[in-house]
């Protein structure tokens, strides 16, 4: 009998190590959630950021007005700014939380597989490419952005606070600040384009029979958001916004 359990023993398999406890953020699919829901709040930021901007084809009272309706938003609950600021901190969190959520899961991808593939495939690069890329180029616009219309320090011609709409015909009235703009929003509807879906299939709500119409609607928000965004310094540029 003893010599039985003794070989019962020595012939049964080890037990596996015991899986180490993992917070969310540490695991892929949390990395790949945080990435789509702060995708999901940027987005709907454009949405509403584009709908502002276009208020400039009605003329100085009313983009102007909207910009003051910005720093009171929330009043009289709020008081001045805090609305504003609400939404900036939102955003910005939303942004370093998107950033970084990004860099490590391409640092772990190239851990996964340190060598190149024998052969790539076209479509997964060139998604990946451009969102890499986009997203850099779209990280260096929003400090451009923020210190030409916001804080006014690399701002040419005399910044005015308060007086959004000149100071929006001040910077489409450069060159460079069209080229600057332009490209970044590009790269915006880019971006959209493969990070809405991409959100989709991470939160679960890509499947085989939604894949083509959240395939269109992507493509539609990324021609919508682009062709808004890019209206204002062509509205500048050709003399309709002046």
Same mark, same amino acid.
């Given at each position: 009998m003893a010599l039985a359990t003794k070989s019962a023993r020595q012939t049964a398999p080890p037990r596996p190590p015991a899986a180490p406890t993992r917070g969310f953020w540490a695991s892929t699919l949390g990395k790949k959630t945080v990435m789509a829901v702060s995708g999901l709040i940027m987005l709907a930021y454009l949405v509403a950021h584009v709908a502002g901007n276009l208020k400039i084809f009605f003329g100085p009272e009313e983009f102007n007005g909207y910009g003051h309706w910005l720093r009171v938003m929330g009043a009289p609950v709020l008081h001045h700014q805090w609305g504003l600021w609400i939404a900036r901190i939102t955003l910005l969190t939303a942004v370093v939380a998107h950033a970084v959520s990004a860099y490590q899961l391409s640092r772990r991808?190239?851990?996964a597989r340190p060598t190149r593939y024998?052969?790539?495939r076209k479509g997964s690069s060139y998604a990946t490419r451009t969102m890499r890329w986009g997203g850099v180029i779209l990280g260096l616009f929003i400090v451009w952005h923020v210190l030409d219309l916001t804080a006014g320090t690399v701002h040419t011609g005399g910044f005015e606070d308060g007086k959004p709409y000149q100071n929006v015909i001040d910077t489409f009235s450069t060159w460079y600040g069209n080229i600057i703009y332009i490209v970044a929003m590009l790269a915006v509807g880019l971006h959209v384009r493969h990070g809405f879906w991409s959100a989709a299939q991470t939160l679960g709500v890509g499947n085989a029979r939604r894949e083509r119409a959240l395939k269109f609607l992507a493509n539609a928000l990324a021609l919508v958001l682009t062709a808004g965004f890019v209206a204002?310094?062509? +509205?500048?540029?050709? +003399? $309709? $916004?002046?």
């Amino acid at each position: 009998m003893a010599l039985a359990t003794k070989s019962a023993r020595q012939t049964a398999p080890p037990r596996p190590p015991a899986a180490p406890t993992r917070g969310f953020w540490a695991s892929t699919l949390g990395k790949k959630t945080v990435m789509a829901v702060s995708g999901l709040i940027m987005l709907a930021y454009l949405v509403a950021h584009v709908a502002g901007n276009l208020k400039i084809f009605f003329g100085p009272e009313e983009f102007n007005g909207y910009g003051h309706w910005l720093r009171v938003m929330g009043a009289p609950v709020l008081h001045h700014q805090w609305g504003l600021w609400i939404a900036r901190i939102t955003l910005l969190t939303a942004v370093v939380a998107h950033a970084v959520s990004a860099y490590q899961l391409s640092r772990r991808d190239l851990r996964a597989r340190p060598t190149r593939y024998a052969h790539r495939r076209k479509g997964s690069s060139y998604a990946t490419r451009t969102m890499r890329w986009g997203g850099v180029i779209l990280g260096l616009f929003i400090v451009w952005h923020v210190l030409d219309l916001t804080a006014g320090t690399v701002h040419t011609g005399g910044f005015e606070d308060g007086k959004p709409y000149q100071n929006v015909i001040d910077t489409f009235s450069t060159w460079y600040g069209n080229i600057i703009y332009i490209v970044a929003m590009l790269a915006v509807g880019l971006h959209v384009r493969h990070g809405f879906w991409s959100a989709a299939q991470t939160l679960g709500v890509g499947n085989a029979r939604r894949e083509r119409a959240l395939k269109f609607l992507a493509n539609a928000l990324a021609l919508v958001l682009t062709a808004g965004f890019v209206a204002v310094p062509v +509205g500048v540029m050709t +003399g $309709v $916004v002046n």
